[in-house]
DNA sequence: TCCTTTATCGAACGACCGTACGGTATCATC
DNA sequence: GATGATACCGTACGGTCGTTCGATAAAGGA
């Protein structure tokens, strides 16, 4: 009894990473249950199961569709502002506003995933150790452009910066779902603007 | 069959606790479970439970266990320190030194805790919550210290440099875990000193 | 219209979890 | 040396988890 068209399965998957993402930012990815998933999608345990064949593959299914998530509101929205400094000011108003918005319920996904698996040999832990680097990569490569520009001073270390407002971001996001104080953005932003040299 | 002497109970639960710290800053406290506790002290699954009365307790005294861990181990060596500045460039110090010597297996276990239970209510988060709390307050305290010493500008606002320090100690946890390389506590550190205005 | 493909379902499994409870051997006290 | 408290153990129960597998009914091409 096939409730949808053939061919479909690419849309069910995202449906169901979907709310894997939202649910994974809250109890974690190993957190995550096939079976409070699927009655989450109104699917049967065994139909969510054979979407990913097993656990570890819906996990990595949902890192990658929060990796999407994240690159569609946060950096989708500045990519065209002109690269280095305006570009990196306007990322960190988009990437806290991001977390404000609480568009994840449970705070910074790629953060909760960090914590809960950088001790943790496997896939899981190799894929998120790619993202964090890649983006820490793009912090810098971001930092870099203003320097060239002379946007900020030459003895400006990339890799320091982008350690710093990615340290400073990670922290507004549990920060805040811990005290529930929206202060804490006004905070990071602060201290953002500060490590930019504002 | 007592192992023990009578009223040995306070040192099989530290013993018990001791384990789960460690246990707990890699799989998390949820990911703790009393069977396995129980194998790696020598003791059966029952006799471990009975100790706590409920796992809820064994993550709460789990908890308590680490933040003296902490005390000890971070505070302490730094108490007697001038207060102010240059006892907070030695907190600083102790604190990443405390991470890269890696008591804790799985990294900073405060932070750990914070991500895991931050948007899950009950008794764990607001545990957790005091605990950052009250760490904040410290760091915040010396903060101000520092201030009226003359040591710090007197604009400085004592809550953002708390806040920046530990999103500097968190991020270099978390980050050495993922990266195995030493050079992200050179990193953090010179963000602190950078932070601390040096 | 028939037949193959495919998305979903239902039922069952073994493993592991937290928890409950009664038993048992040792200790402290008299 | 008998007695009661204490620290630990053995066993079992109900529940939930990931996983397996065969059935089923709609979709799509011939």
Same mark, same amino acid.
């Given at each position: ?55 570890? *593959?819906?996990?990595? $299914? =949902?890192?990658?569709? %929060?990796? /999407?998530?994240?690159? #569609?509101?946060?950096?989708?929205? +500045? @990519? ?59 912090? *810098?490569?971001?930092? $870099? =452009?203003?320097?060239? %520009?002379? /946007?900020?001073?030459? #003895?400006?270390?990339?890799?320091? +910066? @982008? ?36």
């Amino acid at each position: 009894m096939p409730r949808r068209p053939a061919a479909a399965v690419a849309e069910t998957r995202a449906a169901v990473t979907h709310a894997a993402v939202e649910r994974a930012s809250v109890e974690g990815l190993e957190g995550l249950t096939i079976g409070g998933l699927a009655g989450e999608v109104e699917m049967r345990k065994s139909s969510v199961f054979s979407l990913f064949g097993s656990k570890k *593959e819906l996990q990595l $299914a =949902t890192l990658e569709a %929060a990796i /999407e998530q994240f690159r #569609d509101e946060v950096w989708g929205p +500045v @990519a065209d502002e002109q690269p280095g400094l305006p570009r990196l000011l306007a990322l960190c108003d988009s990437w806290l506003a991001y977390h404000e918005r609480e568009v994840m319920p449970g705070g910074c996904f790629l953060t909760t995933a960090t914590v809960e698996f950088d001790a943790r040999p496997g896939p899981l832990r190799d894929a998120v150790a790619r993202t964090m680097a890649r983006w820490l990569g793009v912090l *810098e490569g971001e930092v $870099a =452009t203003a320097i060239d %520009a002379g /946007e900020l001073p030459v #003895d400006t270390e990339p890799a320091d +910066v @982008a350690f710093q407002l990615n340290a400073l971001a990670a922290a507004a996001s549990y920060g805040f779902q811990l005290s529930r104080d929206g202060d804490v953005f006004v905070r990071a932003r602060r201290s953002m603007r500060r490590t930019l040299g504002a």
